[in-house]
């Protein structure tokens, strides 16, 4: 049994390739309030789980599912989620949401007049320093914030062209990740005011990004966004206050540094947070469907300066 003896939350999977196998089916299982009952894939058959070429096929012989992740790439997630609405069935959407601002509405739209549940999942929000960096930033006015968002395409996407594709985002699709905390922990809307783009001739997403913003209260925040980087990986928020006083953010939200005192050091456990507030929101007949970093990408995308970069080579 599940929470307060309710029977587990009944779950499937569309699109079953790294990011399900290395975090939706382990949060899934570890929390005994789900139950991950099937997912459904046109060829990746992870071990333990049954899987179906198509959601047809895995509703079929499934009708017992509640709820639905999506974790296919962003660019067919706008039709795979307006049937699985149609189905009057919850939906958990792998980050980005969608390709688009204007699909990422359409579903949440959807959601509300069928009375779904929808989660637009925006994991780093969960990493264990974010809400602590949150309270800090709430509690003094703040002079600057420099992020630097740095890894390696070639190991943490592997053989993913849909990367490089229209609406694949490119350095945005872990850059976006940041975006998702600096939104949380400000209060104030963030507006891009201008980047560099830079594109690989034979891509059509950006590989590096240099990006400035400016908050509604007037302070300057610079993002440097980098795929290419070797070495250490680097995901990492720096903010500085009207009084000198430093905070750094790092490892993606784990770690908490203030004037050079670590605080906070954790383990991430980001998707078991996430998978026990899309339960909670089910339970409340709620949804938790903010597009503000999507939002920052899609005005960068409008407004950034496109930059010819060498062809990129898996």
Known sequence: MGLF?????????????????DQHIPSIRANKSLELVAGC???????????????????????????????????????????????GRHVFLEKPPAATLGEAEAIKTLAAAKGVSLLASWHSRFAPA?????????????KSITIHWKENVRQWHPGQAWIFEPGGMGVFDPGINSLSILTRILKDAVMVKGANLHIPVNCDAPIQVEMDMQTEAGFPIRAEYDFLQTGVQTWSIYVESAAGEKLTLSMGGTELEIDGKTLIKEKEAEYSGLYAHFYNLIQKKESDADFSPLRIVADAMLLGKRIAAPEYIE
């Open 41 to 87: 894939s046109p060829r990746a058959r992870p071990e333990g789980v049954k899987a179906y070429d198509d959601m047809d096929a895995m509703l079929a012989a499934h009708p017992e599912i509640e709820a639905i992740a999506i974790c296919t790439p962003p660019q067919i997630r706008h039709e795979i989620a307006k049937a699985v609405i149609a189905t």
């Open 5 to 21: 003896g309710k029977k587990p939350l009944k779950i499937g999977l569309i699109g079953l390739g790294k990011i399900a196998v």
């Open 130 to 142: 974010v809400e602590a960096t949150r309270k800090w930033v709430s509690e003094r006015p703040i």
